[in-house]
C-alpha cells in the first residue's frame, strides 16, 4: 500500500510520500512557518482518518492558525492512529515567510559559528547546538555518540536532582484530629460511620441523642510529591535501555545510521563502527542507578523509541536538553548543510538561535567594555560553557548561561535565592528553582555583588511587554533575593523582531525592568 500526505495552502497542494519504514529523501520542498495548511492522508489516492499529528516528534497544536510557526529548518511529519500505526515523512525543509526574518537567523547563525570560533569553544559548532556530527563526517563511532549522551546526563544531574518537574497526589490516612486542614464530606461520612474514633464531650461538634462528642480520629489528606510523570519515566527509561546496550549490538548499530538521512539521499554512506561497549554499558548503568534515586516512585519502564515530544521537553533546559539526544539516537540525524545562501540546523529551533547569540553578543559587548576574559567553566566539556569569568582593573563580572536560582539547598557560584514556590497565576509547587537565560554577575574592588537577570525572546516588542514581562518581573525582581548582601540591579528581557522601540512603561530604578532590543 502506498501511503501520501496531501499538504494543501492557497496556492494548491502537494503530495508527500509516508511510510511505517525510515524514509532517507529529502523532499525539495519548501514550506513556510507563517501559513496555515491542511494536511490530510491518503492511502493508494483514497482519503483515510488519523488521529495524530507530529512534527519532529511533538504533537501538532490543531489550535495554532500557523502550522509550522516556530519552526525553522528539516522536519519530519508523523501521522498516528489510535492503535499505534505511524507513518513519517522524509525532511522537508520550513522557512520564515518574511525574508528579514529568514535573513536574520541565517546572520545570527553565522555570527555564532564565527564567535564561537574565536573563543575557540571545544568541540564543534554541532555540538554548540547539541548535535555532534556534521553533514560531512562520514567516519566516526557509534561510542562517540554513547559518550556524548553520558555527558549531558552528567551535566544535567543537579539540575535534575534540584528541579525535577512533580505532580501532588492526595494520599488519605486516619490520623488526629489535630492534623485535619480541610473539611470535606468524605472527612463527614468518615466520622459518622466510625464512632470508636468519638469521645464524649461537654458541646462536641457531633451531637447523638443528648450527647455530644468530637473526633479523637479522623480521616485526613495530605498533599505528597510524585514525580511519577512522563517526562521523568522517559528521562530514566532511557538510561535503563542504554544500560543494556551489550546485549544489543546489531539493534543498536542499526540505529546510527545518522548520516545517512541527510544532504545527499543518493549517496550512499559509511555505517558508524561498533565496537565494544562493555565499559559504556557500565558506566550506563551506574547513572541509571543515580537518577533511579531521584526518580524513586517513577514507573519502570525501558523507552527504546522515540518519544512524544511534550512541553516540559520543548520549554524546560534541562529536559530539553536529553531530548535531543534521544531523538538524535531514535530518529537520525543532524542535517547540517551550510551554503552562500542557507545554513540549515536540525533539531534546534529559531529561539534556541536567538539564545546562542544573545550570549555571544553580551560576551562582546563586555571585551568592548575592556573586560578581559580570564577563564570559561566549559560544563563536563560540554560545547557551550557554563559560564565566562572576566576582569578590568579591580573589577570582576560572571556571565552565566542558564544558571538555576535554587529555593533550597545551597547556591553555587550565585548568591540569589528563590524565595517562593508560588508561579504567577498558579497554585503549583513542582518548580524548585528558576533557569534563566542569563545572570550577570559583577564584584566591585570591595567584593560587593550585584546581579542582573536576563531573558532572550526570538519576538518582538509588544508581545514581550504584553506576554512576557508580567511573569518575567514576578520571577527575576519580586521572587528572587539576594544572599549575603547581594544586590539585584534589575532585568533585561531581549527581543529582535520588528524594530527597537523605547520602553516608556513605568519601571522601578533599581530593581529596574528593561525591554530592549539586541540584533
Known amino acids: 500500500m502506498a501511503y501520501n500526505l496531501k499538504i494543501t495552502d492557497e496556492n494548491g497542494s502537494c503530495y508527500i510520500p509516508v511510510s511505517t519504514k525510515n524514509i532517507k529523501k529529502t523532499e525539495q520542498i519548501e514550506f513556510f512557518d507563517n501559513k496555515p495548511y491542511e494536511i490530510a492522508l491518503y492511502e493508494n489516492d483514497i482519503p483515510t482518518e488519523y488521529d495524530v499529528i507530529l512534527i519532529n516528534g511533538e504533537q501538532l497544536d490543531v489550535n495554532k492558525i500557523n502550522t509550522f510557526e516556530g519552526y525553522y529548518g528539516w522536519i519530519r511529519i508523523t501521522v498516528k492512529k489510535a492503535d499505534g500505526f505511524e507513518l513519517s515523512s522524509g525532511h522537508i525543509y520550513v522557512i520564515p515567510k518574511k525574508e528579514e526574518i529568514k535573513q536574520q537567523i541565517n546572520n545570527m547563525i553565522r555570527y555564532i559559528i564565527n564567535r564561537s570560533k574565536k573563543i575557540e569553544f571545544p568541540g564543534s559548532v554541532c555540538d554548540l547546538f547539541g548535535i555532534n556530527f556534521d553533514g560531512n563526517n562520514r567516519n566516526f563511532k557509534a561510542e562517540d555518540i554513547l559518550n556524548s549522551i553520558l555527558k549531558v546526563y552528567a551535566e544535567n544531574y543537579r539540575h535534575f536532582y534540584n528541579n525535577s518537574r512533580a505532580r501532588l497526589t492526595e494520599i488519605k490516612s486516619v490520623d488526629s484530629i489535630e492534623k485535619l486542614t480541610t473539611f470535606s464530606q468524605d472527612t463527614a461520612r468518615f466520622i459518622v460511620t466510625h464512632p470508636q474514633y468519638l469521645s464524649m464531650a461537654k458541646d462536641?461538634?457531633?451531637?447523638?441523642?443528648?450527647?455530644?462528642?468530637?473526633?479523637?480520629?479522623?480521616?485526613?489528606?495530605?498533599?505528597?510529591?510524585?514525580?511519577?510523570?512522563?517526562?521523568?519515566?522517559?528521562?530514566?527509561?532511557?538510561?535503563?535501555?542504554?544500560?543494556?546496550?551489550?546485549?544489543?549490538?546489531?539493534?543498536?548499530?542499526?540505529?546510527?545510521?545518522?548520516?545517512?538521512?541527510?544532504?545527499?539521499?543518493?549517496?550512499?554512506?559509511?555505517?558508524?563502527?561498533?565496537?565494544?561497549?562493555?565499559?559504556?554499558?557500565?558506566?550506563?548503568?551506574?547513572?541509571?542507578?543515580?537518577?533511579?534515586?531521584?526518580?524513586?516512585?517513577?514507573?519502570?519502564?525501558?523507552?527504546?523509541?522515540?518519544?512524544?515530544?511534550?512541553?516540559?521537553?520543548?520549554?524546560?533546559?534541562?529536559?530539553?536538553?536529553?531530548y535531543k539526544y534521544i531523538r538524535l539516537f531514535f530518529a537520525g540525524g543532524a542535517i547540517n548543510i551550510p551554503?552562500?545562501?542557507?545554513?540549515?540546523?536540525?533539531?534546534?529551533?529559531?529561539?534556541?538561535?536567538?539564545?546562542?547569540?544573545?550570549?555571544?553578543?553580551?560576551?562582546?559587548?563586555?571585551?568592548?567594555?575592556?573586560?578581559?576574559?580570564?577563564?570559561?567553566?566549559?560544563?563536563?566539556?560540554?560545547?557551550?560553557?557554563?559560564?565566562?569569568?572576566?576582569?578590568?582593573?579591580?573589577?570582576?563580572?560572571?556571565?552565566?548561561?542558564?544558571?538555576?536560582?535554587?529555593?533550597?539547598?545551597?547556591?553555587?557560584?550565585?548568591?540569589?535565592?528563590?524565595?517562593?514556590?508560588?508561579?504567577?497565576?498558579?497554585?503549583?509547587?513542582?518548580?524548585?528553582?528558576?533557569?534563566?537565560?542569563?545572570?550577570?554577575?559583577?564584584?566591585?574592588?570591595?567584593?560587593?555583588?550585584?546581579?542582573?537577570?536576563?531573558?532572550?525572546?526570538?519576538?518582538?516588542?509588544?508581545?514581550?511587554?504584553?506576554?512576557?514581562l508580567p511573569a518575567a518581573a514576578f520571577k527575576y525582581l519580586l521572587s528572587v533575593q539576594g544572599i549575603d548582601n547581594a544586590l539585584i540591579e534589575g532585568m533585561q528581557l531581549y527581543y529582535c523582531k520588528g524594530h527597537a522601540k523605547n520602553d516608556r512603561h513605568p519601571?522601578?530604578?533599581?530593581?529596574?525592568?528593561k525591554i530592549k532590543y539586541l540584533y
Request: net charge neutral; charged share 30%; aromatic share 14%.
Open 204 to 322: 462536641g461538634p457531633v451531637k447523638f441523642k443528648s450527647n455530644t462528642y468530637i473526633p479523637r480520629k479522623t480521616l485526613v489528606s495530605s498533599n505528597r510529591k510524585s514525580y511519577d510523570i512522563y517526562e521523568n519515566r522517559i528521562v530514566l527509561g532511557f538510561l535503563k535501555y542504554l544500560s543494556n546496550l551489550s546485549t544489543q549490538g546489531e539493534k543498536f548499530k542499526d540505529a546510527m545510521y545518522i548520516k545517512r538521512m541527510i544532504s545527499d539521499p543518493n549517496t550512499e554512506t559509511e555505517t558508524p563502527e561498533f565496537g565494544d561497549v562493555t565499559e559504556l554499558t557500565v558506566k550506563f548503568r551506574k547513572m541509571y542507578e543515580k537518577y533511579k534515586k531521584i526518580f524513586s516512585n517513577t514507573a519502570d519502564i525501558t523507552v527504546d523509541s522515540l518519544p512524544q515530544m511534550t512541553h516540559i521537553f520543548k520549554n524546560v533546559p534541562h529536559y530539553r536538553d536529553i
Open 339 to 468: 551554503d552562500d545562501d542557507k545554513i540549515r540546523w536540525n533539531l534546534v529551533t529559531s529561539a534556541q538561535i536567538y539564545e546562542y547569540y544573545v550570549f555571544l553578543k553580551l560576551d562582546e559587548a563586555l571585551e568592548k567594555d575592556g573586560y578581559v576574559r580570564k577563564e570559561k567553566n566549559p560544563r563536563d566539556n560540554a560545547a557551550f560553557p557554563k559560564y565566562f569569568y572576566y576582569e578590568k582593573g579591580d573589577e570582576k563580572k560572571y556571565l552565566f548561561y542558564q544558571p538555576e536560582i535554587v529555593y533550597s539547598g545551597k547556591p553555587s557560584d550565585i548568591n540569589l535565592r528563590r524565595t517562593t514556590k508560588i508561579s504567577l497565576g498558579s497554585n503549583t509547587k513542582s518548580e524548585e528553582s528558576y533557569t534563566p537565560d542569563y545572570i550577570i554577575k559583577s564584584v566591585d574592588g570591595s567584593g560587593n555583588e550585584t546581579y542582573e537577570i536576563a531573558d532572550a525572546k526570538f519576538s518582538d516588542f509588544d508581545t514581550v511587554k504584553e506576554y512576557y
Open 507 to 513: 519601571t522601578l530604578e533599581k530593581p529596574y525592568a
